[in-house]
C-alpha cells in the first residue's frame, strides 16, 4: 500500500499561519526591549527557522553579552543563509512571504501611490541592503573577537563571511594580515615572513590603515619581531600623520638605535620625552646609550619624601632616598616630570651621596586642575647594579587665579548658501554672502564666519571663470544644462569624474548665450566674487574673523559635485535635491583615508581636503591681517566620522593642517549638560581628554533661535553656563552656532528685513546682552582657541604670527622691477601657547610648527633666528618642521624661502630723494601687489649698493622715527571705484628699522576704475 504525503490546502494553510506568527513575533522583537526581544526573535526562528531577520537580530544581540551563544546564533545564521537542511526553493519563497508582504505594507503606509508602480523594489532593495550591512558587521565583529582570543578556525570562518560581504576594503585585508600572523606563531616565536606577504607589502605601500594609530602598533609589533623593514615604513608613516604622539618618535629612536646610529636615536628620544617626559622605557633607553647594560631592579627600594600640597610657584625642598645598596653614590637620580609639566624637579639630574641620599627642589608650575588630578612625579636611581624607581603624587593649590574665572563666549556663523534652493543667481549669492552677513556681524560683538569654502569660494570662482563668458554659442539654456548639467544617475551614484586642481569638472563647459530678461549681466559674477573677497576682508580689518567649514559636495573639485552652471545661476540637480542631507557626503563618508579606495572623492582623500580648503581661507584672510591663521574646524552637518577610526583619521587631518581645534558636537535641546571647550584624543574625539592634541569645541546653542529654544530659554541657558563655571579658575570658553542664511528665514519671516527689532534679529541682541549681563566675554574662535590652549595645552603649541614678506630689490637699474629668478622668503615670528611649561636649559621643548597651507607647495627651504643665533630645523617635511627652544624671553622668527615666480609684493622703484646728515634722509618708494592687501608688511633688507640704506644700517640698535607719505592714502579710504558699499578704513602705514631692514607694515592696496591693483607710492622720512 503506497501512503501519499499530507498535502493540499490544510498543508498550506498551516503553514502560512506559521510563519505569518514568526512574522509577527519578528515585528514585536524589533519593538521591545532587551530580554523581552531576545525571547521574541528566538520564538519566531522556532516557527519559520529560516527567518533571517529574527535570526540576524538575534545574533547581534547576543553578541554584547554572552560570547558563546552569540557564536552559537552566529553559526545558526550562515546555516540558515547556507540552507544546510537543503530546503526546496519553493518552501524557502513561501516562508519569506509573510515578510515580503509586510515591506509591501510599509512601503504603501509610507509613500502611498508612489509605491504601486515598483510596489516591490522600494523595500526590498532596503531590506536586502540592511541584512547584507548587518552580517557584515557581525562577522567583523566576530573576526576581530576571533583574533583577539587566538582562535584561528573561528577567525578564519568568520573572515570568509565578512570578506564575502564587505569586499577586500582595508579592514578586511588587514585582518587577513592578522590571521596569517596568528597562523604563523608557534608558542611565543613567530615565523611569520612579512616581506612574501603581498597584501601586506601593498598596504603598506599605499600607507593604508584602518586607524592612523594602527601605524605605531604594528610598528611596534614589527620592531618587536624584527621586521625592521615593515617597521620603518609603519613609522615613517606616522612621522607623517601623528608627529604628536611620542611613541613614534619612541619607535623611530629604536630603528635608529637598531641601525646603529646612536646619536639620531637620541635626538628621537628626546623629542618622545618632551611629549611624554614620564617615559620610563624611554628615559632608560636614553641613558643606556651612555651606559650599556643597564640592568632590571635589582635589590634596594627608593623612597620620595615631599608635601601632599604645593603652592602654585612655589618651592619645597624635597629628598630621595635609596636603601639596601652598597654603594648608593654610584647612582644617580633622575626626576621624570608629569605630562602636562604641573611640577619641575631643579636639578633634574644629581647623584646620591653616600648615604644613599639627594635633596632637590620641587617647585610647582602649573595648576593640577589641567588634569583634574594631582600631578606625579617619578623618580629614576639608575646605577650599575639596576634601576630602582619612586612615585609622588602632589596636588598644586592655586592662588594665583584661584578666584579669578574667565568665561569666554565665540559666536561661530556657518557662512554658506542654501542647499535646499532650486537656482542660485549671482544677484541671490550677494544678498546671503555680502549683504546680509555684513548686517549679522555689525551686530557690536565680534563675529566668527566659519567660511563654506565650496559656496563661498569656489562656486563663484568657478562661475566668474567660466559664467562670464557663458553667453556666446549654444541654442538654448535648458540644452545646455542637459547636455552639462551632472546627470541624476551619476551623482545618485556618485560617478562623476574627479576634479584636477587648478582645472574645472567637464559638466561646467561653456553654456549658451544669454537669454533676455532671465541671466546676470556680463561681468556679475566677477563683481561677485569681487564683493564676497572684499567682505571676508573687511571683516577681518573690523576683528571679526574667518574659519574653515566644508560641504565638500559645494565644492567643484570633487567628483560628487551636484550643481549646473546655466545661464541664469548655479541649479543642483534632482537627484541632489531629493536625497537626504544626511546622506549628500560633507566630509567623512566622502573623504576617505589616505591609502584607502577613493570612493566618491577620486583622489581626493581627507588630509588633502582639509589642507585645501584651509589654503583656500588663508589665502583671504592673510589679506586683511599678517598675523591670521586658521584654527578651528568644523564639517559640514557636523560630520566627522562614523567610529573611533574614522574620527581620528579627522583628527589627524585637521592637525596636519595647522589647525588646533574643531567643533562638531551640538548639545540637544532638552540636555542640561553645560559644554565648555576642552582637550580631546584622537580615537574619542567628542571625550574629554587632558593631554589631547586637539581642542574641542561644543555648540551650546543655536544663536538664531529654533524651534526647541525661544530667546527666553536662551536667555536662562546663558546665566546657568556662567554660574556654573563662575569661581572654577581657569579659561572657560562656550561656543554659539547660528547661520546668516536662516536669520528670520524660519516661521515663514522675511528673511531679508534688517531691522534690529525684527524677528531672529531680535533674539539674537537679547540673547547676547544675556551673556554679556551674565559675564561672559565674546571674543572671536581664534583668541578663544589661543587662550584656552595657553591655559590647558600640556604640550608647547606654535603659531606663527606677523606675515612680513622680505622684499627682492632691484638690481642695477633702480626702475626696473624684480628679478624673478630670486626666490622670495617670508618672515613670521613664532607665538608660544601653552603658558607656565617649563623651558629651559635643563628642560627644552621640542615643538612641531606647521607650514602655512597656502604656500606648502612652493616651500623650498625653511630657516629659523633667535636673536643673532640660527636654530636647528629637523624633520621638515611639506607639513611642517621641528625646532628645539630653550629660551622663550628671546622671539624666534622662521624664514621660509619660496620658489621663483611667486611674489604677492614687488619693490618697483627704491630711490634717494635728499642727501644730508643722519635725520634728513628720504627714500621714494614704488610698491605693487598681486592681491588686494589691506594691511600686509615688507621688509626692505639693508643693501651696499643703497647709500641711505647703508646710512641707516648703523642705526639699527636705535629707534628711527619715520613718516611716511602715500599718494593712495591721501584719498579717502572706504570707498573705491568697483566698491559696493562697505566702508572700512585700512591700517595706517608705519615704517621703523631694524637689523634687517626697514619694516614697512600697514600696507594697503585699492583698486582702480579698471579693477587693477593701483600701486603704492611711499615717501619714507627719518627724523631724529
Not at 519563497?93 to 504603501?108: E, Q
Not at 588630509?607 to 584672510?621: D, F
Request: charged share 25%.
Amino acid at each position: 500500500m503506497i501512503t501519499r504525503p499530507r498535502e493540499g490546502p490544510f498543508f498550506f494553510a498551516r503553514n502560512l499561519l506559521r510563519w505569518g506568527l514568526a512574522e509577527l513575533f519578528s515585528q514585536l522583537g524589533n519593538l521591545a526591549p532587551g530580554s523581552l526581544a531576545i525571547a521574541s526573535w528566538r520564538l519566531a526562528i522556532k516557527l519559520n527557522p529560516h527567518h533571517e531577520v529574527a535570526a540576524i537580530n538575534l545574533a547581534t544581540a547576543l553578541a554584547e553579552g554572552s560570547e558563546t551563544a552569540s557564536w552559537a546564533a552566529f553559526e545558526r545564521c550562515l546555516q540558515q543563509l547556507e540552507n544546510r537542511h537543503q530546503i526546496s526553493a519553493s518552501d524557502l519563497y513561501l516562508s519569506r512571504w509573510p515578510g515580503r508582504l509586510a515591506r509591501r505594507l510599509a512601503a504603501r503606509g509610507l509613500w502611498g501611490g508612489l509605491a504601486t508602480a515598483h510596489p516591490q523594489e522600494a523595500m526590498h532593495d532596503s531590506h536586502d541592503a540592511v541584512l547584507q550591512t548587518a552580517l557584515c558587521h557581525l562577522a567583523g565583529r566576530h573576526c576581530g573577537t576571533a583574533l583577539q582570543a587566538r582562535e584561528v578556525d573561528r577567525a578564519q570562518r568568520s573572515l570568509d563571511v565578512w570578506r564575502s560581504l564587505a569586499g577586500e576594503t582595508v579592514e578586511v585585508r588587514w585582518a587577513k594580515v592578522e590571521l596569517a600572523w596568528l597562523t604563523a606563531t608557534d608558542g611565543d616565536t613567530t615565523v611569520y615572513a612579512p616581506q612574501f606577504d603581498d597584501n601586506l607589502q601593498d598596504l603598506l605601500h599605499r600607507g593604508a590603515f584602518v586607524s592612523p594609530l594602527d601605524s605605531i602598533s604594528w610598528g611596534e609589533r614589527f620592531l618587536a619581531h624584527g621586521c625592521r623593514d615593515e617597521a620603518r615604513v609603519c613609522f615613517d608613516v606616522a612621522r607623517r600623520w601623528l608627529p604628536e604622539e611620542a611613541a613614534t618618535w619612541r619607535g623611530v629612536g629604536h630603528l635608529a638605535a637598531a641601525a646603529g646610529d646612536p646619536e639620531e636615536a637620541r635626538r628621537h628620544w628626546r623629542r618622545a620625552l618632551s611629549r611624554q617626559p614620564q617615559d620610563e622605557t624611554t628615559q632608560l633607553a636614553l641613558l643606556e646609550l651612555d651606559t650599556p647594560g643597564i640592568a632590571d631592579s635589582g635589590p634596594g627600594s627608593l623612597s620620595l619624601q615631599g608635601p601632599a600640597r604645593l603652592d602654585l610657584d612655589a618651592e619645597h625642598v624635597m629628598t630621595a632616598r635609596l636603601e639596601g645598596i652598597e654603594r648608593p653614590d654610584r647612582y644617580t637620580l633622575h626626576l621624570l616630570p608629569p605630562t602636562g609639566w604641573g611640577l619641575i624637579a631643579q636639578p633634574r639630574h644629581l647623584k646620591l651621596n653616600a648615604q644613599g641620599e639627594a635633596s632637590f627642589r620641587l617647585v610647582g608650575r602649573r595648576p593640577h586642575r589641567l588634569l583634574g588630578r594631582a600631578w606625579t612625579l617619578i623618580g629614576l636611581a639608575v646605577g650599575p647594579e639596576g634601576h630602582h624607581r619612586a612615585e609622588l603624587a602632589t596636588e598644586v593649590v592655586e592662588t594665583t587665579d584661584s578666584d579669578n574665572s574667565r568665561v569666554l563666549l565665540t559666536i561661530t556663523e556657518d557662512h554658506e548658501i542654501h542647499e535646499e534652493r532650486g537656482l542660485f543667481t549671482p544677484e541671490q549669492l550677494h544678498r546671503v554672502l555680502v549683504e546680509k552677513s555684513r548686517v549679522a556681524a555689525d551686530l557690536g560683538v565680534p563675529w566668527t564666519h566659519m567660511v563654506e569654502v565650496g559656496s563661498v569660494l569656489s562656486m563663484p570662482q568657478v562661475a566668474m571663470r567660466q559664467g562670464d563668458t557663458m553667453f556666446a554659442e549654444a541654442p538654448t539654456a535648458g540644452a545646455w544644462h542637459r547636455k552639462n548639467a551632472v546627470s541624476a544617475g551619476a551623482w545618485h551614484h556618485k560617478d562623476v569624474h574627479p576634479q584636477v586642481p587648478g582645472t574645472h569638472n567637464s559638466e561646467l563647459r561653456t553654456p549658451p548665450s544669454q537669454v533676455p530678461g532671465t541671466t546676470p549681466s556680463a561681468g556679475a559674477w566677477h563683481r561677485l566674487w569681487t564683493a564676497i573677497r572684499r567682505h571676508l576682508v573687511e571683516e577681518v580689518v573690523k576683528g571679526h574673523d574667518l574659519q574653515p567649514h566644508l560641504h565638500t559636495f559645494n565644492d567643484p573639485a570633487y567628483g560628487h559635485f551636484p550643481y549646473g552652471l546655466e545661464t541664469e545661476g548655479w541649479r543642483p540637480s534632482y537627484p541632489f535635491l531629493l536625497t537626504d542631507a544626511q546622506r549628500r557626503g560633507d566630509f567623512a563618508t566622502v573623504c576617505p583615508p589616505p591609502g584607502h579606495p577613493p570612493q566618491l572623492s577620486r583622489g581626493w582623500d581627507r588630509l588633502r581636503a582639509v589642507e585645501r580648503a584651509v589654503a583656500q581661507l588663508e589665502s583671504i584672510g592673510r589679506l586683511g591681517d599678517a598675523s591670521y591663521r586658521p584654527l578651528l574646524w568644523r564639517s559640514g552637518l557636523l560630520e566627522y566620522g562614523e567610529d573611533a577610526a574614522d574620527r581620528a583619521w579627522s583628527g589627524v587631518a585637521l592637525r596636519r593642517a595647522g589647525l588646533l581645534a574643531d567643533s562638531d558636537i551640538v548639545r540637544g535641546p532638552s540636555s542640561d549638560e553645560v559644554p565648555t571647550a576642552f582637550m580631546t584624543g584622537w580615537p574619542q574625539p567628542f571625550e574629554a581628554r587632558a593631554d589631547g592634541p586637539l581642542l574641542q569645541l561644543p555648540i551650546a546653542a543655536n544663536l538664531e533661535g529654533s524651534y526647541l529654544q525661544g530667546h527666553r530659554r536662551l536667555q536662562r541657558l546663558a546665566r546657568r553656563c556662567c554660574d556654573a563655571v563662575r569661581g572654577r579658575p581657569g579659561v572657560h570658553l562656550f561656543t554659539l552656532l547660528t547661520h546668516d542664511k536662516f536669520i528670520n528665514a524660519r516661521r515663514g519671516r522675511d528673511e531679508f528685513r534688517y531691522d534690529p527689532d525684527y524677528g531672529d534679529w531680535s533674539v539674537i541682541r537679547q540673547h547676547l546682552e544675556a551673556w554679556q549681563a551674565a559675564g561672559a566675554e565674546v571674543v572671536t574662535a581664534a583668541e578663544g582657541v589661543q587662550r584656552v590652549l595657553d591655559d590647558r595645552a600640556c604640550h608647547l603649541q606654535a603659531v606663527l604670527r606677523d606675515e612680513t614678506f622680505v622684499a627682492v630689490l632691484p638690481e642695477a637699474n633702480p626702475t626696473s622691477s624684480d628679478s624673478t629668478s630670486d626666490p622670495l622668503r617670508v618672515r613670521y615670528r613664532l607665538q608660544w601657547l601653552g603658558r607656565g611649561i617649563e623651558v629651559s636649559a635643563e628642560y627644552p621643548q621640542q615643538v612641531w610648527v606647521p607650514l602655512p597651507c597656502s604656500w606648502r607647495p612652493q616651500v623650498r627651504q625653511v630657516s629659523l633666528l633667535q636673536g643673532d643665533h640660527p636654530l636647528p630645523v629637523t624633520d621638515v617635511d611639506r607639513q611642517g618642521f621641528w625646532l628645539e627652544v630653550d629660551d622663550l624671553a628671546t622671539p624666534v622668527e622662521c624664514y621660509l624661502e619660496l620658489e621663483g615666480g611667486v611674489r604677492p609684493l614687488l619693490v618697483e622703484r627704491l630711490e634717494r630723494q635728499q642727501e644730508g646728515a643722519p635725520g634728513k634722509n628720504a627714500w621714494q618708494l614704488c610698491l605693487r601687489a598681486e592681491q588686494p592687501f589691506r594691511a600686509a608688511r615688507l621688509l626692505i633688507p639693508w643693501h651696499s649698493d643703497f647709500g641711505p640704506m647703508a646710512e641707516l644700517q648703523s642705526q639699527v640698535h636705535c629707534q628711527v622715527h619715520c613718516q611716511v607719505h602715500s599718494q593712495v592714502h591721501r584719498q579717502p579710504h572706504g570707498r573705491s571705484a568697483a566698491d559696493d558699499g562697505s566702508s572700512i578704513a585700512a591700517a595706517t602705514p608705519t615704517a621703523h628699522a631694524e637689523r634687517d631692514g626697514l619694516l614697512l607694515t600697514g600696507l594697503a592696496f585699492v583698486e582702480g576704475k579698471t579693477g587693477i591693483l593701483e600701486p603704492l607710492d611711499l615717501l619714507v622720512m627719518d627724523t631724529p
